[in-house]
């Protein structure tokens, strides 16, 4: 028998050591796996859409203001003109309130005008005003993504 031949028989304990070895290096090589996989995927955040239809433009009487709670606008009419205002402050993003003259905001007190203007701060800016447009099944259609100057009318 040669002193230095290795040992062809594997004890029962080298055996269990050895198959948790190999499995400890599979969980290894799928967790990495797994981890790369993961990294190739974007952490994508979805958002609801910018653009929403109002209602029909005789839901909305002459001369009214009408907050729309989920959209945290004001759709205003005035004769046949539709006009949409931002109830976002532009100091810390509270909810305005309607006023007799114009908007307030009750978290640090801004005052706003009837055209979104700020008579008093701290907000840094006016009110934003949407573009709003007629959808093709004629529904007051606002979109928040483009914002137009407080003299921009929809005419119907
Ligand atoms: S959030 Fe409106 S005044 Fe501060």
Avoid at 13 to 26: C, K, Q, S, V
Wanted: overall charge positive.
């Amino acid at each position: 028998m040669n002193p230095i031949a290795p040992d062809k028989h594997v004890s029962r304990r080298g055996f269990f050591e050895l198959t948790l070895g190999w499995i400890a290096a599979m969980f290894a090589v799928c967790a990495s796996a797994v981890g790369a996989v993961r990294f190739l995927v974007p952490n994508v955040l979805f958002e609801p859409s910018l653009v929403f239809k109002a209602g029909k433009p005789e839901d909305f009487p002459d001369g009214s203001v009408t907050f729309l709670e989920e959209e945290r606008v004001f759709l205003v009419r005035q004769g046949n003109t539709f006009r949409c205002l931002s109830a976002i402050c532009t100091h810390l993003g509270c909810t305005v309130n309607r006023t007799g003259q114009g908007y307030h905001c009750p978290c640090h007190g801004s005052v706003f005008d009837d055209q979104g203007g700020v008579k008093s701060g701290p907000a840094p800016r006016a009110l934003e005003w949407f573009l709003v447009t007629l959808s093709k099944d004629s529904r007051l259609l606002v979109d928040k993504n483009q914002r137009v100057n407080s003299d921009k009318y929809l005419v119907l």
